[in-house]
Nanobody
């Protein structure tokens, strides 16, 4: 069984920083792209950033210059460094990974979500 476990969310003042982590557990063959998404109340889930297994990163426009995604392939972990946080960044942040498992092919997995709240 594969699990994505997130950590690092919390309450921070506007202008502050947080670092989210997401680790993959379970028996897997490999991890392709990993990423972060977020969802605010009443809104659809939106892409924050993704990173390939080779380390190429993509950011949504509103996150460019403030957020940095990185990964440690040996630790099966993806990170999201968030700086200059704004109240509108308040959301539940979800980790995502495309994972290959022997006998199960390539599938998309999600973490349980971690709350980020930015106060003004």
């Amino acid at each position: 069984q594969v699990q994505l476990v997130e950590s690092g969310g919390g309450l921070v003042q506007a202008g502050g920083s947080l670092r989210l982590s997401c680790s993959v557990s379970g028996t897997i063959f490999s991890i392709d792209a990993m990423g972060w998404y977020r969802q605010s109340p009443g809104k659809q889930r939106e892409l924050v950033a993704t990173i390939t297994s080779e380390g190429s990163a993509y950011y949504a426009d509103s996150m460019k210059g403030r957020f940095t995604i990185s990964r440690d392939n040996a630790q099966k972990t993806v990170y999201l460094e968030m700086n200059s946080l704004k109240p509108e960044d308040t959301a539940v942040y979800y980790c995502n990974a495309v994972i290959r498992r022997v006998g199960f092919g390539r599938n998309n997995y999600w973490g349980q979500g971690t709350q980020v709240t930015v106060s003004s």
